[in-house]
Structure formats: C-alpha cells, structure tokens
C-alpha cells in the first residue's frame, strides 16, 4: 500500500466531482463507505490498482494498492479536476451564476483511461441506466479480478480480455450483440484510441457516435464543452431550465451556443441542481435481452 496525503490548491467537493465515474449503487469498481471514504478501481498503464480517498477538512488523504497503485497517486490531481478551469467560466446569466456559487467544488474529472471510459459509455446507449449498470455489474464480476486492497470489488478488464469475452456471456449480461460488437471492435484497437483520442477518432469506430464520443471524453479527458447531444433527458432540462419548455437537440445546442467551451460545464451544473421538467409521462420499460 503506498499513502500520500494531498491538499488542492482549490476547493473540490470530491464526491460530486467523482459522481460520473460511478455507475450505478451497485458498481463493482466504485463504492462509497458510510464514513465517505471514496474506493476506485481501474486498470492502469501499470495494471491493476484500487485508489481510496478520504477528506480530512482541506486535505484528501489517498492510499492506493497494487502494480498500478502509484499511478493512480500520481494521477490524483487529474482526477480531482486539476486540469479544468471553471475560473475562466464567467456567465451573464443569473441562474448559471447562482448555481456556480451553489456548487462550490464541482470540477471536472479526468481519469486518463479512454477504453475503460468507452466500456460503460457503450452499455449506456439508448437503453435505461439500471440496464447497462446490470450489464457492467455482471461482466465485472464474471470477468474483473479482485481489486488490490479491496477484494469485494472488482477491477475493470483490460481491453484483451473484453476482446475475448464470448457472445453467450454478453448475453446473459443484458447486452444484446450490437453492443458487444462495439465494444469487442475498440478493444482491439485500445492502444491506438489512448493515443488520439480526439472525438473524430473515437467516432470512426463502428457504433461509437457522438453521445458516446462526448460521455467518453468528459469523464477521460475531462472535456468542459463535450455535450451528450442524443441523451433522452438533457434536452428537457436544458430547455425547462432557460425557458421553461422541453426542447430537441438543435434547441439543446442553440441555447448551449453561448457558452461554448463550457457546454457540458453548464449541464452539469444543471444536472446537479435537479433542475428539469416535471416527470408526469409513462416511465419506459426496462427490457431483458437475456430472455430473447
């Protein structure tokens, strides 16, 4: 186990600011104790390692495990939104401001692991959330080793390993094979997207498009203007938010237009403040592919 002890030189509420990483309550390489302290699991440049994250007022007191236990020290300050600066973010507008001053701390995350972003982002697409985090949860625990440190969660296969993960166990997983396949085709090609993972080398993939490009970049790469353009909710509070009415994509992205730079910035906030249409409608169903 190796320790370090860190104090930002900003203020970060870390578990906001961790929240996209976590896929669902049941999240087999992501958990939050009772006291707070924070466990994360991920497949490294140096392998497997499991960091925790404990706040003891201005300080974050991180300890790590396993071959890739350094790197995840070293990349502490990414995670915990050293690179983002929301101090260059400045709107007019009276509720982004308000909200800004209501979330003092919310950074952008960046963990540097594309694949290990795109694994998820792909379970993700157009179904419900608990379906995909049930995919997750069983692939991750069919095929994740035990976290260093931290035996009960699992740590996210390399991409090798989903390579070779064979169609049965997809599905009894939930996901059906258009989803495997996607995935299966960018773990061959892993190596290549860590290198450029610019947004027009994640979408040449098959199956990759722009929700899933945009999902990737802003938890990998931490991207403030990444916008999930095709997600069924943000729309809605995009439009609600800034005039009271639903709107479609183009209506989502002319609003965001003057805040380029920062579009997915200010979704966060608007996400994080709960603000959206009332939910009167008929919630969708969740499918099981594993009975087709």
């Known amino acids: 186990m190796l320790e370090r002890e860190w104090r930002p030189p900003w203020q970060v509420d870390v578990r906001r600011t961790l929240k996209p ?37 201005s300080v974050i007191k991180a300890a790590a495990w396993g071959p890739g236990a350094a790197w995840l020290l070293d990349g502490l300050p990414d995670l915990l939104g050293a690179q983002d600066t929301p101090e260059d973010f400045a709107p007019d507008l009276p509720l982004l401001r308000d909200l800004i001053v209501r979330s003092p701390g919310l950074r952008i995350s960046r963990t540097n692991r594309v694949f290990e972003a795109l694994v998820p982002g792909v379970l993700e697409q ?123 994509d183009d209506g989502m992205l002319e609003l965001l237009e003057p805040y380029a730079g920062h579009r997915h910035r200010v979704t966060r906030l608007l996400e994080s403040s709960g603000a959206g249409p009332p939910r009167r409608g008929p919630r969708l169903a969740v499918r099981d592919y594993r009975r087709f």
């Open 21 to 57: 990483h976590r896929r669902g309550s049941g999240d087999p390489a992501f958990r939050i104790d009772r006291d707070g302290t924070i466990w994360r699991a991920s497949f490294t440049p140096d392998g497997p390692g499991t960091l925790s994250l404990r706040e003891s007022g």
């Open 126 to 248: 157009k179904v419900l959330g608990m379906e995909a985090w049930r995919a997750w949860r069983y692939l991750l625990r069919r095929f994740g080793q035990p976290a260093p440190g931290a035996p009960d969660m699992r740590v996210p296969p390399p991409p090798e390993v989903w390579a070779r993960i064979p169609s049965w166990e997809w599905h009894r997983s939930g996901a059906e094979a258009v989803r495997a396949r996607t995935i299966i085709g960018a773990a061959r090609v892993a190596a290549r997207l860590e290198a450029d993972p610019t947004e027009s080398k994640l979408r040449s993939l098959p199956g990759i498009g722009v929700w899933t490009a945009a999902e990737i970049r802003q938890r990998a790469l931490g991207d403030p203007d990444a916008v999930s353009v095709g997600d069924y909710h943000l729309p809605g509070i995009v439009g609600w938010a800034f005039t009271g009415r639903k709107v479609d």
